[in-house]
């Protein structure tokens, strides 16, 4: 089946930094990619759907500025969490619609 | 748009029983209901899917039914073991595939 990998896993930042996490569609060409925050017990929630070679659309209530979405070509989206703050330590994860990356754990000190 | 709800939250089986897990959705439009298994601090992970045109679908000890009319869908595990314990949780979309998700039941399988 399709794989996602996303990377890094696990990454702590001071706060003001920003965060770059990427997911490469490894054996096929994703002109879509869906990215999600977790809060710990609960559901996923969607933040923005990217799309090759055009704007990310965000969903209600996410900051464009803040979560800056690049989906250059059809195997690399990257999601940057720009001047992180401790409120955005979360686990991010994206997804194809069907296949999941492993997440992200980000811890903003 | 459409909205999920999941019931319950959670679910203490013995194990060896069954478990079921219950979402019902608004939209009549959505045609594809998957449902996810997520280990702690893990991704989900695909364990079952059912497309609209279908009512049942069986592998192994998992099975998912699909009722259109009053717009339910739910999971059966058998047999539970402990390796079933998990967070799971049900989506549904339109061919677009965006999932929207229920929110979630915690399964704990009791030795």
């Known amino acids: 089946g399709a794989v996602v990998s996303q990377h890094p896993s696990r990454v702590i930042c001071k706060s003001g930094t920003s965060v770059k996490i990427e997911c490469r569609s490894l054996?096929?060409?994703?002109?879509?990619m869906f990215w999600y925050r977790q809060f710990p017990k609960k559901s996923l929630m969607l933040m923005a759907t990217?799309?090759?070679?055009?704007?990310?659309?965000?969903e209600q209530g996410v900051e464009k500025d803040k979560f800056l979405i690049n989906h250059a070509s059809l195997t690399l989206s990257t999601l940057t969490v720009t001047s992180a703050h401790p409120e955005d330590s979360s686990f991010y994860i994206c997804?194809?619609?069907?296949?999941f990356g492993s997440g992200t754990r980000l811890t903003v000190v | 748009g459409e909205n999920v709800e999941q019931h319950p939250s959670t679910l203490s089986v013995q194990e060896g029983d069954s478990a079921v897990i219950k979402c019902t959705y608004s939209?009549?439009?959505?045609?594809?209901f998957p449902w996810y298994k997520q280990e702690l601090g893990k991704r989900p992970q695909l364990i079952i899917d059912?497309?609209?045109n279908v009512g049942e679908k069986k592998d192994q000890r998992i099975a998912v039914t699909l009722n259109k009319t009053a717009k339910h869908f739910s999971l059966h595990i058998t047999e539970t073991q402990p390796e079933d314990s998990a967070v799971y949780f049900c989506?549904?979309?339109?061919?677009?595939?965006?999932?929207?998700w229920g929110a979630g039941t915690k399964l704990i399988i009791k030795p």
């Open positions: 997804s194809d619609g069907y296949t």
């Open positions: 059912i497309r609209s």
């Open positions: 054996d096929f060409q994703a002109t879509t």
């Open positions: 990217s799309n090759e070679g055009s704007k990310a659309t965000y």
């Open positions: 989506a549904a979309s339109e061919s677009n595939y965006q999932l929207i």
């Open positions: 939209d009549s439009a959505s045609n594809y």
